[in-house]
């Protein structure tokens, strides 16, 4: 019997690392999924390709989509600052605009293209940015668009979006990765890196990471800036 097939949506951050390791220890025949999107914290673009050889996905496909050509995000627009944690009201301006739409339309096609029925998101809406493309509703929709715009409406089978972090607050994730062997030092979350690649230590992620690393009574191994 062929060993059952997910598509992990990888950014190299932490919540992504922990869905792996959630669908490897599942039993998941793992394909790792990365978007190299313009992001300026590209740097998680390195850390995605090590957790996916650490957990021995069975490959790893780095899609290159350049959002940067209409910007509207200050992770995408040179023209808009990373705020520091806090500053920001509302919706932050570190939202990309439907993001998590475009990765999981990928991540769909590619699941359907290898028979794969099941695909991993490492989206959260308890310790998170506030971003409406995290939320239990979006991923709901999202599963009852995926399943009628494919060929799984017409051939009596279905795709199933999993988000095993949804209800969890960092510290809880943090330690079932650890539990599942995850050395969180080779992934990568500050939206704003210096040029070497050490988290900025002021960022709302850097900020979740930090307190989450607290709350766990475990010891923080993220590299961070002089500057922090």
Known sequence: MDKKKAVVLLSGGLDSATCLAIAKSEGY??????FDYGQRHDTELASAKVIAEKFGAFDNISIKIDLTKWG??????????VPDAGETKGIPVTYVPARNTIFLSFAVAWAETLGARDIFIGVN???????????????????????????ATDEGWAFKIHAPLQS???AEIIKMG???GIDYSITHSCYNP??????CGKCDSCELRRKGFEEADMPDPTKYSAKA
């Open 29 to 34: 025949e793992c394909h790792a999924l990365t």
């Open 194 to 199: 210096d040029n070497k690649g050490s988290a």
């Open 168 to 170: 969890k607050n960092k």
């Open 125 to 151: 809406s308890v310790d998170y940015s506030g971003y409406p493309d995290c939320r239990p509703q979006f991923i709901e929709a999202f599963e009852k668009c995926a399943n009628l715009g494919t060929k």
């Open 178 to 180: 650890t539990g599942l």
């Open 72 to 81: 509207g995000s200050a992770l995408t627009s040179s023209s808009i600052d």
